[in-house]
């Protein structure tokens, strides 16, 4: 059999969303950010409101989100990108705005930014990227860097003594009245994918229905700053990255569905 | 002419009124003194409800400016105001404004520094203003006014100018402008934008190509070009935008050069002084960046004309660009209060015959 006569519409089980552009990611081999990306595209596509979609991509590997996607996007400072968010959605209520955020970037410095804005209860989607690491910039503790985790700026492992705990940010934002979801997912296997899928499209509809502010955490990798293969950063996340972050829904249509005193 | 509705009304209600009859679609900001209330009166005549315009209280400046850039990227007619320390805390975001050719406009009712200084008023933000505050090489359009009247004229002027040129517009006012009662003849209201640039990020339309907004190029060969577009929009600012105001300058053979609240006071000055048989006039730079620099260096070049005298309520900051445009032809002295002192139309003048030996 040629490769030609495979190549036909009833044997297509996966295609690229035609809101992805052509260009190629700048994302290392092996990191989830590709897939949350691209993930993210799929559901506005499968929506249909791509022509009232506006994306904020803050300071951070999610910097380049207008190069990849076939709809408007807005750059934005470090930390910023939630409070970029609001000055939208306030003079544009009917459209749609999801901000796409590191770590750095929502737990550091735009923890004020991210807190106000889910205290407002702004009708929007945060996308929060978790991998424990400052990408871009080579490698350095983010707040949610885990105990005794080497970066470069904490090349002996996170001292929680001198250097704080690693931060659990997002079951703290479910704690806000103006928040209706919060949920955490990963990328490293199909399955969560789909799960990620399902919970993105949760946030979207969330905005529809004006319900408040939808925060969809993934929690995920990044191979190059932990000095890894992407199976072996796969393998550690899950023994320790889930251990701290446990994978799962932190409040749904505005109730904790939580246990507070597991370890989250 | 249009109607216009004549009003008492403080400096900073006077901004508050003139933003919502100029079409604002959005405020934000955050409350400190001397302009806070510019928000409370936004909220107490319920803006939202005249206009539909968005008013909101943000969590700190930086947040602030933040959101006025989001309103900005949407192509709606945003603002923010605030005083010296908010606008430090907002210069990264006017920065990134200017990087990303936002247009909005930015009200500083500004106070004494440096730190927390004082609440009085002070024109030592100039260089703040005029030569940077945030990083890189930009410029914002920057009307000062001297009187509550001209503040008011300033918001739909400055929102024009903005758009005019993808560009953010700063009108300079101080504590004194902000808290002071004057006649004001209000403009009538102007509708809010039915439609936005084609640049804007509001949602592709169909049919067309994605907008994004992005002050970033990691390559630097790019980037030097959007630096020499943004220079080449600056020397069109420079041409077009050059505003000022002379006072019995035509027969004047010294001229106090004065921006502001403290042209006011520098006026009456030369009114005495003139009673006094001095030939005194007035320079009033209304534009700040563009500077008039042409139209004094004009003035130096004129025989009649023997010196200059800045007058300041800073350490002296205008008077760089003063001498910049005299370019040595002829004195230029200073005198200037600080820290939130504001001299009499009496100390002016004892400076001006001071400066150059006259009496």
């Known amino acids: 059999m040629e490769v030609n006569e495979i190549i036909k519409p009833e044997n297509l089980v996966y295609k690229k969303s035609r809101l992805m552009r052509e260009k190629p990611f700048n994302f290392c081999p092996g990191c989830g950010h590709g897939v949350v990306v691209r993930t993210i595209a799929e559901v506005i596509e499968e929506m249909g409101i791509e022509h009232d979609v506006i994306g904020i991509s803050p300071v951070g590997c999610s910097v380049f989100l207008y190069d990849f996607y076939n709809f408007d996007v807005v750059e934005a400072a470090h930390g910023r990108a939630c409070a970029v968010a609001t000055g939208i959605k306030r003079v544009q209520p009917s459209k749609y705005v999801f901000t796409y955020q590191g770590d750095g970037d929502l737990a550091a410095i735009g923890t004020a930014e991210t807190m106000h804005a889910c205290n407002r209860g702004e009708n929007i989607v945060i996308v929060f990227i978790n991998n424990g690491i400052y990408g871009m910039t080579g490698g350095q503790m983010a707040p949610t860097t885990l105990e005794g985790m080497k970066t470069t700026t904490c090349p002996r492992g996170r001292d929680v003594r001198t250097m704080g705990y690693p931060l659990n940010i997002t079951p703290l934002l479910a704690q806000l009245p103006g928040v209706c979801y919060v949920t955490r997912h990963s990328v490293h296997t199909p399955g969560n994918v789909r799960k990620l899928k399902k919970a993105l499209r949760t946030a979207f509809e969330n905005q529809r229905d004006k319900k408040g502010t939808s925060i969809v955490e993934v929690v995920s990798n990044c191979n190059s700053g932990w000095g890894m293969t992407p199976k072996q950063a796969n393998e550690w996340m899950v023994e320790n990255m889930f251990k701290k972050y446990p994978l799962g829904d932190m409040k749904v249509d505005g109730k904790l569905v939580m246990d507070m005193n597991e370890p989250r | ?359």
């Open chain 2, 1 to 359: 002419m249009e109607e216009r509705e004549l009003r008492l009304m403080k400096g900073n209600d006077a901004i508050a009124e003139a933003a919502i009859r100029a079409g604002f679609d959005a405020f934000y900001g955050y409350p400190i003194t001397p302009q806070t209330e510019v928000m409370e009166y936004l909220m107490e005549t319920d803006a939202t409800a005249r206009t539909g315009m968005a008013v909101l209280q943000a969590e700190s400046e930086v947040s602030a400016i933040n959101m006025v850039y989001g309103g900005a990227s949407t192509g709606h007619r945003v603002m923010t105001s605030s005083s010296s320390p908010g606008i430090s805390l907002m210069a990264e975001g006017i920065s990134y404004i200017a990087g990303a050719e936002l247009p909005c406009l930015l009200i500083n009712v500004s106070r004494g520094g440096p730190g927390l200084g004082t609440i009085q008023p002070s024109q030592a933000d100039y260089f703040q203003t005029v030569k940077g505050g945030g990083h890189g090489d930009y410029k914002l359009l920057t009307l000062a006014p001297s009187s509550v009247q001209e503040l008011t004229d300033f918001i739909p002027l400055g929102i024009d100018l903005a758009f005019k040129y993808r560009n953010p517009t700063m009108i300079l006012a101080d504590g004194a402008l902000g808290q002071m009662m004057e006649k004001v003849a209000l403009p009538p209201q102007r509708p809010r934008l039915a439609e936005y640039p084609d640049w804007a990020t509001n949602g592709t339309p169909r049919g067309k190509e994605r907008r994004f907004i992005t002050s970033l190029n990691l390559l630097p060969k790019e980037h030097e070009l959007v630096n020499i577009r943004l220079q080449a929009k600056y020397r069109e600012m420079e041409k077009n935008e050059v505003r000022y105001q002379e006072f019995m300058c035509d027969d004047a053979e010294y001229i106090i050069v004065a921006f502001g609240i403290i042209a006011r006071i520098a006026q009456k000055a030369i009114e005495i002084a003139r009673e006094n048989g001095h030939k005194i006039g007035l320079f009033r730079p209304i534009s700040l960046y563009p500077f008039p620099m042409d139209q004094i260096k004009a003035l130096a070049e004129n025989p009649r004309v023997k010196g200059f005298l800045s007058v300041e309520l800073s350490a002296g900051q205008m008077i760089e660009d003063i001498r910049l445009a005299v370019e040595g032809r002829k004195p230029v002295g200073f005198f200037g209060r600080q820290g939130g002192m504001v001299p009499t139309p009496g100390e002016v003048e004892e400076a001006l015959y001071k400066q150059f030996n006259i009496k």
